[in-house]
């Protein structure tokens, strides 16, 4: 299995960026399929960003698309999500997420039921 730990969240201005990072230990990060996912206070958790295991396919939700970019190093073990031109509406709690993928058959993934291991979560908070 794999533990992941978000880092990078915090307070910023309307417009302004945020990097979020998220640490994997644990069995070989390259073989999983990686995604972002946030969750504001009284709504459901939402899908932001997913990478394929080898980071060259990308697929984003249409809320944040243009904006954000899912990124991911396999030598450190790393998951970034850049985020720019941030609104007050990307104000959330931030997950990310990983996928074994057991079957082998997918390349990414934007459904949340198919990841087995979470982080703990890191708020993302854009004052207006």
């Known amino acids: 299995q794999v533990q992941l730990v978000e880092s990078g969240g915090g307070l910023v201005q309307a417009g302004g960026s945020l990097r979020l990072s998220c640490a994997a230990s644990g069995r070989t990060f390259s073989t999983y399929i990686m995604g972002w996912f946030r969750q504001a206070p009284g709504k459901e958790r939402e899908f932001v960003a997913t990478?394929?295991?080898?980071?060259?396919?990308?697929y984003y939700a249409d809320s944040v698309k243009g904006r954000f970019t899912i990124s991911r190093d396999n030598a450190n073990n790393a998951l970034y999500l850049q985020m720019n031109s941030l609104n007050t509406e990307d104000t959330a709690v931030y997950y990310c997420?990983?996928?074994?993928?057991?079957?082998?058959?997918?390349?990414?993934?934007?459904?949340?039921?198919?990841?087995?291991?979470w982080g703990q979560g890191i708020q993302v908070t854009v004052s207006s």
């Open positions: 990478i394929s295991r080898s980071g060259g396919t990308r």
């Open positions: 997420a990983a996928d074994a993928d057991y079957s082998g058959g997918r390349i990414y993934t934007r459904y949340r039921s198919d990841y087995e291991y």
